[in-house]
């Protein structure tokens, strides 16, 4: 089976703030996937990456960066957490072409306050 | 940019159908489909590719129409599984493996 990890479940974090949100998937995918998502809009592309050190941006990446230092590890940087970050987080992984199903995390449900 | 799902929620006894539609604004290479039950992760339904070949879910089917940049997936004899949101995904580019996703539709079954 398919894994992948995100390092928390619950997140709850000040304004200001630097925030790592990880990722690990154990199926040596090329592709991984950052997204945010809230109620009525979705998921929203934030980062994705599809080769160590190699990224691009989404459809929302103002206020974050990424870091793949490792093909299986991806992670997702707010460098000054603000409140309107306050959302789901989940990440993807899969393998690369387009035609492949993407595997989501469970998501880590971070707070701003 | 956002591809629109249509309608926005959908409520069934179980044995219903069901069609959740999803068209874009730019023209589309692939249509993924992913439900999410709630308090989960959206899990792989189907691929619909341009020029017709279709990859996922036995029970479940779907229809891409590229020139109207459309795809529709069929929920017939809905069980109570079927309970979630659904969402499209877009891939419009040949040089990319990024999805656009749309808004979800909720679908809630009941006995």
């Known amino acids: 089976d398919v894994k992948v990890t995100q390092s928390s479940r619950y997140l709850v974090k000040r304004t200001g703030e630097k925030v790592f949100l990880e990722c690990v998937q154990d199926?040596?995918?090329?592709?991984m996937f950052w997204y945010r998502q809230d109620p009525g809009l979705g998921l929203r592309l934030i980062y994705f990456?599809?080769?160590?050190?190699?990224?691009e941006k989404g459809d929302i990446p103002e206020g974050y960066s990424v870091s793949r230092e490792k093909k299986e590890r991806f992670s997702l940087i707010l460098e000054s957490a603000s409140t309107n970050q306050t959302s789901m987080y989940l990440c993807?992984?899969?393998?690369?072409?387009?035609?492949?199903?993407?595997?989501f995390g469970p998501g880590t449900r971070l707070t701003v306050l | 940019q956002q591809p629109v799902q249509s309608p926005q929620a959908v409520i069934l006894r179980e044995g219903e159908d069901a069609v959740i539609n999803c068209s874009s604004s730019?023209?589309?290479?692939?249509v993924h489909w992913y439900r999410q039950k709630h308090g989960e992760a959206p899990v792989f339904l189907m691929i619909?590719?341009?020029?017709?070949e279709q990859k996922g879910h036995e029970k479940i089917s779907a229809s891409f129409n590229e020139k109207k940049q459309q795809s529709s997936l069929y929920l017939t004899a809905s069980q109570l599984s079927y309970s979630g949101t659904y969402f499209c995904?877009?891939?419009?580019?040949?040089?990319?493996?990024?999805?656009?996703f749309g808004t979800g539709t909720r679908l809630q079954v009941f006995p």
């Open positions: 995904g877009t891939g419009s580019s040949y040089n990319t493996d990024k999805l656009i």
């Open positions: 993807a992984s899969s393998f690369a072409h387009k035609t492949n199903e993407q595997f």
């Open positions: 730019k023209a589309l290479y692939s």
């Open positions: 619909l590719l341009k020029g017709g």
């Open positions: 199926m040596d995918h090329e592709n």
């Open positions: 990456s599809y080769d160590v050190k190699m990224k």
